[in-house]
């Protein structure tokens, strides 16, 4: 009798320690979690920052956190931006969605594609808006390749913002 609760016990710990780790639909997003810093430019100009990928919520969910800086000629002129976007699975537990917020009021919700060695959120994009894509390129040597496009068309795209980070923290 004692040995039948052993191993009962051992089996529900088994099962409790496997619902706690990440599951393989998070698997396209490994080389891309942990703490990032780059530099990059576009069309606020010469800047830096830093970047982050962390699961949170028992592995549901993938936030991202983002600070970047853009110097200007003078302190009146320096742009700050600070966002923070969450990627989350659809009904058939596919991460393909993913919402994002920033400290300048814009809300984007982006659809997200992998071919190989990227990551592309595409914005869906209701009416007259244009269409933003955030691309994420794996690099070599712990090295990613970030760019933000804009599109009137959905076709077309032009680069406002482009940047090569270096993995500070692997997570």
């Given at each position: 009798?004692?040995?039948?609760?052993?191993?009962?016990?051992?089996?529900?710990?088994?099962?409790?320690?496997?619902?706690?780790?990440?599951?393989?639909?998070?698997?396209?997003?490994?080389?891309?979690?942990?703490?990032?810093?780059?530099?990059?430019?576009?069309?606020?100009?010469?800047?830096?920052?830093?970047?982050?990928?962390?699961?949170?919520?028992?592995?549901?969910?993938?936030?991202?956190?983002?600070?970047?800086?853009?110097?200007?000629?003078?302190?009146?002129?320096?742009?700050?931006?600070?966002?923070?976007?969450?990627?989350?699975?659809?009904?058939?537990?596919?991460?393909?969605?993913?919402?994002?917020?920033d400290n300048e009021g814009h809300t984007i919700n982006y659809n997200i594609t992998y071919p190989e060695s990227s990551i592309i959120l595409t914005s869906e994009s209701p009416g007259q808006k244009p269409v933003l894509r955030l691309v994420y390129t794996k690099l070599e040597?712990?090295?990613?390749?970030?760019?933000?496009?804009?599109?009137?068309?959905?076709?077309?795209?032009?680069?406002?913002?482009?940047?090569?980070?270096?993995?500070?923290?692997?997570?």
């Open positions: 009798m004692k040995m039948r609760y052993l191993i009962i016990g051992m089996l529900l710990s088994l099962v409790t320690i496997s619902y706690g780790q990440k599951s393989d639909k998070w698997s396209k997003w490994d080389w891309l979690t942990g703490e990032w810093e780059g530099e990059g430019s576009g069309i606020p100009g010469e800047g830096s920052g830093v970047f982050s990928f962390a699961f949170d919520l028992e592995n549901n969910i993938l936030v991202r956190k983002s600070h970047s800086e853009y110097p200007g000629e003078n302190i009146k002129s320096r742009t700050i931006h600070d966002d923070l976007m969450i990627v989350y699975p659809d009904q058939t537990g596919i991460p393909s969605k993913a919402i994002y917020f040597d712990e090295n990613v390749y970030t760019r933000f496009e804009m599109s009137r068309d959905g076709v077309n795209f032009m680069t406002y913002v482009e940047g090569k980070s270096k993995r500070v923290i692997k997570k």
